[in-house]
């Protein structure tokens, strides 16, 4: 069975779980919060990939970092996870399970990329105007990339928008190129 069924069984049944218990947005907030630890350290992922490292070891290193800081229902489930030897891809099953609410939510991920900050008003106004392009809700991060020079890059979950000035100076010489070549023919 491939890595994306498991965790899409894994991932499914936890949320259909929390959704009958009414704490879908409490194990949310405890799925974030274990997803940004795995996602900063390699150390903990490694470690949970380790065969060397046992069971209880590994139960153990995952209660001291989220036992007090997690509802009971997450950490039974990662407590599962360890049991059913699937923590070598926790971090899959939780990016999942974050997918999953997302959709579930009708939220959307997306990433703006500008030459210059923004000020809040314009990411307001990046916001609104990608949710009324997705017809989703959008959960947006800002970065800056000073080579862009100018323009942003928009990247909506599989889709990129490029209206920066170097793909716009890279359409311009294609076009020019283009147009060199057909003169000389």
């Known amino acids: ?5 498991i965790t899409n069984r894994y ?8 959704e009958n218990s009414n704490k879908f947005d409490t194990v949310s907030k405890d799925l974030q919060l274990i997803y ?9 992922r490694v470690a949970l990939k380790s065969p060397v490292i046992n ?10 970092l989220f036992g007090s800081k997690i509802d009971k229902e997450s950490a039974n489930f990662l407590d599962f996870i360890v049991k059913k ?19 579930k939510m009708n939220i959307i991920p997306a990433n703006v990329s500008t030459a210059i900050e923004l000020s809040d008003a314009e990411k ?13 809700n959008v959960r947006i991060t800002f970065d800056v ?13 599989d889709k990129m928008l490029d ?3 170097v793909q716009q100076l890279k359409l311009l010489r294609k076009r020019l190129v283009k147009a060199d070549q057909t003169l000389v023919n």
């Open 55 to 64: 069971e209880a070891k590994k139960k153990s290193i995952l209660n001291e």
């Open 36 to 44: 940004d630890t795995l996602e900063s350290s390699k150390e903990l």
């Open 1 to 5: 069975m491939g890595v994306f069924s």
């Open 124 to 136: 307001k106004i990046f916001k609104k105007s990608l949710e009324s392009y997705s017809n989703k």
């Open 11 to 18: 991932a499914s049944a936890l949320l259909k779980q929390v």
């Open 85 to 103: 030897n699937r923590e070598d891809i926790l971090f899959e099953i939780i990016q999942r399970c974050l997918e999953l609410r997302d959709e």
């Open 163 to 165: 209206a920066s000035v």
């Open 145 to 157: 990339d000073p080579a862009l020079i100018g323009g942003f890059l928009v990247r909506l979950k």
